[in-house]
Every structure is written in C-alpha cells, then in structure tokens.
C-alpha cells in the first residue's frame, strides 16, 4: 500500500501466485488492510479504481468492497 502525501489517500495493489487463485486470499488480505480503527459509527470513503481490462480485479474489489460502501468503480 502507498500512502499518498496528503495522508489521505491511498494505493492498493496486490499480486497472487496463480496456484492461490480463487481461494478467497487476496480477499481477505484486502479487507483486512481496509480495517482501521474507526472510532464508533465512522467509515473510511472508500473509492474504487481499476483499469476496465482487470476483470479478475474488478471482482475482487466487489467482494472486498461492496458498491454499496465504497464509490463506484471508475477507470484511471
């Protein structure tokens, strides 16, 4: 993950062996970054973005945030 200067955004990427393909790790991993410690009754904003092409991106973006917590998804 690289925090950007404004310490307000962030980039996340990932890469699996393609043997770990569809066992649910890059899920987890991902939802387990987007966990901060919030005090009660915030949320992060949370924006979605991913190159049209990454189909197997996309899908783990929706899995790990759902469009109905986060921005939708929108192209770089």
């Known amino acids: 993950m690289k925090l ?3 310490r ?3 980039d996340l990427g990932c890469t699996l062996a393609p043997a770990l ?3 649910g790790y890059a ?3 991902v939802r ?8 009660p009754g915030t949320a992060p904003d ?3 973005m991913q190159r049209p092409q990454h ?3 996309a899908s783990l973006l929706e899995r790990a945030v759902p ?6 998804p929108s192209s770089p």
């Open 4 to 6: 950007h200067d404004n």
């Open 8 to 10: 307000r955004q962030a």
């Open 21 to 23: 393909h569809g066992q």
């Open 27 to 29: 899920t987890e991993a």
């Open 32 to 39: 387990a970054v987007l966990q901060p410690p919030l005090p």
């Open 46 to 48: 949370l924006r979605r």
């Open 55 to 57: 189909r197997t991106t």
């Open 67 to 72: 469009t109905s917590k986060a921005g939708a």
